[in-house]
């Protein structure tokens, strides 16, 4: 296993320029492998360590949180009744339910007693609009799942596409169709007959989870003992894929089995039967922060509490969420190599578009 110091110097991850003074470097270990996922830890202080952020899956479970429908397909409502929580939404939490399951476009910072907010969001289940079963057409039950492909990630927060969304979930279900069915050395077919459409129901597949255990029982410990992690980066068939970096360390322990269970089931989606790869360096990951953290930069408001920076170069991009009840400090930084995915681009159109885009009309 490789360490690799992290100059912050240049705004890396680990900690924002603020914090130079607190901490000059930050730690890359790893990889941590298995099969075709490499994984980094990303290690170091972070600022925010003194607020205490509850996941929606926990607010969820614990009915703090409700989410209601609005009749508007990208656009839910939200509410934490919570007197002391503050509710933390991480961009691309699946939640089930509704009359179409939904993912969050943007991350979300919820402070107790919010009131309804508005709650930005796609949809990751085509052609259903009624009740499912026993669920609560009206309202969402769980987070148990994120987006599990870049594609999706891609769509959702960059492109702002509805259309890709759906393009992204059909394609990942193909491939998890083929290589689990591969794995399994038996005909698998992980759409679910509730609901052919919903990445949730087919991320919720027997013989799926059957597969990603391997994976999950070799990297969920690699946490154990180490307590100033604050993310992970991963690398997928050789190529960087994708990091995740919290400003508060609880927050990303909160996350990490859900964050890890959709990188391993990236992971199974891309594998490839005999498929070579050279191990990725902490030297290509370094470059690869560098480079997003050099990309141009646009802001949006999610909320009052809320603002996403987003920065872009040719190869990456960057979402930054600020918490503006924390004094705008970050408190997530969100990596994505771009590899050769390509999205239509709102924040480069001009203001009217982009709004337009933001708040579409119902779409069934």
Known sequence: MKRILLNTTVGLAVMATAMITRAAMGTLSGPFAYRNLQIFLIQGDARLDEHQYATLAEALEKGFVVIKETGNVQELSVENLSKATTVFLNAGDIIKGGRQDRTVRDDLILPPQSGEVPLAAFCVEHGRWTQRGRENPAAFSANTKS????????????GLSQSE??????????????????????????????????????LENKDLEAVRKAYLDRLNPILDGKNDVLGFAYAINGEINSAEVYGNKQLFRALWPKLLDAAVTEAIAESKEGGQFQSVEPTALKSFFETALSGSVKERQVWKTTRVKVYTTPATVLFETLDLEAGGAWIHKSFINKGTETVVVPLDRDASQYQQQLRPPSVR
Not at 147 to 158: F, V
Not at 168 to 189: K, T
Request: a positive charge; charged letters at 30%; aromatic letters at 4%.
């Open 147 to 158: 987006l599990s492909s870049k594609k999706q990630k891609m769509a959702a927060r960059y």
């Open 165 to 202: 969304v759906w393009s992204g979930v059909a394609e990942e279900q193909n491939r998890l169709n083929e290589n689990v069915s591969r794995l399994a050395g038996r005909r698998v077919e992980t759409r679910d007959a509730a609901s052919a459409s919903s990445l949730q129901l087919t």
